[in-house]
């Protein structure tokens, strides 16, 4: 017997309680998640594409139970896919998608994305592009609550499910583009069979296939791991278990995989000849071409280019953004020529101010401070990813200008401006109660998480900190300021730089040698939690008989010490149910900014321990210290300079700071 895990996300609605693992209602969905990417109006374009592409769906759906499609052009296109199990046949297939498709337009109405998990089949849309892109998320797992495996064949139960599993992976992977599935039985002594299913969606590639199934078995220990059934469920993979209960799957496939064809037959020795003469021929001329092309790039980069760039030259990979572009004209008037009564603050690279549109849309301003070549290419990076980027806890971006030595950035105005502003500040701190920063760090895990995994882009941020985290009318939080961001492939996690860039006290101890990941986000997300349950500085001092020691090693000793709580704002103390949320988050915290880069949980991991009290959490080994400084200091430097650089100094005089 077994259920769902319970996860109380605002927009993930879980259907039902399970009694078992086993489905008895085929047409109960099991999971879906209406997201708040966005929402669009019944009469709009992208409404009219969504109804004509679901229509669709299920007479174009074959034996092999996968199809994917889309509607439209540019913001109004639509992506489809749907996926039903690998053993289920083709009218129970097509009967499970319509079921799916009147679910979703009646519970996530007018949601610009969505997905629903049935036993027999998924579908999702979205506005984004999510053909043959992994995706880690949004997801769900269940287990048996009421049966676990004894302490005596706990070892013999793990390493035959283990073997299972990474079987069923390498076959499962090795599917054609229009399956992706493997079932296996394997015999558990004392036990009884052990039934096995893994599935990708089969436009993923090989590699893809197994790193989202790796995935699924990362989150068996945390879920199901004494458990005797267990399943876990990505939008483009799923794995399942059970033992003991018989197949929950249909032994015989309505749609297999072709066998590999047979073996060419062997070639005589002018056959060969001509092949290896070919090949050789085919190698000269590519290699001729290239220096070509190589030696005309070389006489081209040697003319002068107008002063005044155009968008296409300014800025790598934004065609798509072009309709976004203001004339400087158009902003000068909109902040009062940039007067100082306009100005919010000043920002990594220039100044903010208020600005209103001839729309009558108040706006935010960043304004890229002349003659600051680092700076212009900040603020490239930053335009293009913001561009691309979708998400209710990222800042928007609402255009931008390019003219002369000017270059803008115009963002949504959010109206309580910073999260440092108020949570370090003597009276607006002591009126942020526990459930506004329970918001703001739930927001930003979130925002965190679609950048790492979510979004079409895989980026870094490399500068979170609460002066990069803007607050709503609403409280909502929104991750600002990327001209630090790191763009990544979907399929890497982590690299190397030849520049050491953010905030000291937020860096992650392996940024100084160069190495940046997604766990370096992980770091600075961990100090930014501890900052927000204690409302003190990471750099701020608490004294330790004659020593002083700053936030993260404060954290560290009294968690050791069972003092915990100490580390609460005083303000927050008052209500005593908030409590376990504030020590969780404490103890979520110091996971997150642990020594080892490995041990550091990922964002995925950390939505799930803020959204459910009842998943365990491991215990924090020692974090990374760093000695404080009184001053908060941006720097990017490149690697090579690191060496005048020690983290025990209070000055940084070596960097180039901003």
Known sequence: MGCLRQISLPSYILIINFVALTFAQPDVALYKNCTTSGTFNNDSTYGSNLKSLQFSLSSNIDESGFYHSSRGQDADTVNAVVLCRGDVELEICRSCVNEAIRNLTQDCANQREAIIFYDKCMLRYSDQSIFGIMAWGPGFEKWNIYENVSDNDWNTFTVTRRSLLLSLRDRASSGDSRLKYSTGEEQVPNYNTMYTLVQCTPDLSLGDCKSCLDACMQLIPTCCNRSI?????????????????????????????????????????????????????FVILTVSISIYLRKRKQRNQHHKIEKNLSVHEAVDGIDSVESLQYDFATIRVATDNFSAANKLGEGGFGPVYKGRLPNGQEVAVKRLSKGSGQGEQEFKNEM????????????????????????LLIYELLTNGSLDQILFDTINGQNLDWD??????????????????????????????PSNVLLSKEMDPKISDFGMAKLFLQDETQGNTMRIAGTLGYMAPEVFQGNISVKSDVYSFGVLVLEIVSGHKIHNNFENGNNTENLLSYAWRIWREGEASNLIQPTMKTSSSSIPEIMRCIHIGLLCVQENVANRPPMASVVLMLHSMSLPLPEPLRPAFFQHSSVETNMEMPLLEASNYSVNEASITELHGR
């Open 436 to 465: 506004g920063r329970y918001k703001i760090i739930r927001g930003v895990a979130k925002g965190l998480l679609y950048l790492h995994e979510d979004s079409r882009l895989r980026i870094i941020h490399r500068d979170l900190k």
């Open 384 to 407: 293009s990813l913001l561009a691309q980027l979708q998400h209710r806890n990222l800042v928007k971006l609402l255009g931008f200008c390019l003219e002369g030595e000017e270059r």
């Open 229 to 281: 059934g267990g399943a876990v469920y990505k939008p483009t993979c799923n794995l399942r278990y059970e033992l003991g209960t018989g197949p929950f799957y249909n032994q015989t496939v309505p749609y297999a995989v072709p066998p590999p064809p047979p073996p060419p037959p062997s070639l005589s020795g002018i056959e060969i000849f001509l092949i290896v003469a070919s090949i050789v021929i």
